[in-house]
């Protein structure tokens, strides 16, 4: 998870502000939840930014980094607009963030294997949905009066640095929690990893199967160097390489040449 630097670039589709001063009014209207689901599934304008959001990441999901190619992104609400679950239970009495529904800030760009649910026969096995636990609901805000900072959200947050901190990746592909276990950071890594399942479908061994490559030649070079090989690593490093922060660790893991350290 690389941050994804909010506010972003002040170029918002030229349109937006008129849809989201007409949506956010008619929302604001509305007093039933049947009311507000209705508009919202008819009325779904967020979609019209997803091209806005993928410049931000160069066109990767900003939860897994995974570019999706073959698959169109979902513009994810990070704090659910229509209800929230809690280990797959509707909180009773909450309605879910509505006032938040045209807010760009609360938008997330998401593959559809980070943001769609996954079920099994018994279970929701992956995928964000409308899953939002916090550290404690007693702090949960239940409208647009409340203090979102208070929340403490479990899920990690790509647009906060200090959250994409809290992940690692190993030589072997995987991503695992920085933070020591029994920690509250740890459980958040750990939640995140799991609940968006970073490293099922076979994600880490298509890095790893992609870093042997790149290991290989930056063994075959070795003390000395080779622009080309140079040029090759730092498209890996770039902002807008799919699995770009698993890179950066690997390719860290030769910081003992110095034409590597320079690199990073
Ligand atoms: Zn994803």
Redesign the pocket.
């Known amino acids: 998870m690389r941050l994804i630097a909010i506010p972003l670039p002040p170029n918002l589709p030229v349109r937006w502000t008129k849809i989201h001063t007409k949506r956010v009014a008619a929302l604001g209207a509305m007093t039933t939840q049947k009311q507000r689901s209705s508009y919202l599934k008819k009325h779904g304008s967020w979609g019209r930014l997803k091209k806005w959001l993928s410049n931000a990441s160069g066109y990767k999901?900003w939860?897994?980094?995974?570019k999706?190619t073959r698959a169109s992104f979902d513009v994810d609400h990070f704090r659910p607009k229509l209800g929230v679950t809690v280990n797959g239970v509707l909180l009773e009495g909450h309605a879910g963030y509505y006032w938040l529904a045209y807010e760009w800030s609360n938008f997330r760009l998401?593959?559809q294997?980070?943001?769609r649910p996954e079920n099994s026969e018994t279970d929701n096995l992956h995928g964000k949905a409308n899953e939002f636990p916090i550290q404690d609901e007693a702090h949960r805000c239940k409208s647009s009066a409340g203090l979102l900072a208070s929340e403490l959200p479990k899920l990690l947050d790509p647009c906060l640095q200090a959250d994409c901190a809290l992940l690692a990746d190993g030589i072997d592909g995987e991503v695992k929690p920085a933070a020591s276990i029994g920690t509250w950071e740890f459980e958040r890594a750990k939640y995140t990893i799991e609940r968006?399942g970073f490293n099922e479908w076979n994600t880490p061994e298509s890095k790893r199967s992609a870093w042997q490559t790149l290991a290989l030649l930056i063994a075959a070079v070795g003390m000395n160097t080779n622009q080309d090989v140079i040029d090759e690593l730092k498209k890996y490093l770039s902002n807008d390489h799919e699995y770009s922060s698993f890179y950066r660790s690997a390719i860290g893991t030769h910081r003992d040449k110095a034409w590597v350290e320079a690199l990073l």
């Open positions: 999901c939860y897994c980094e995974a999706s998401a593959c294997r980070c943001n968006l």
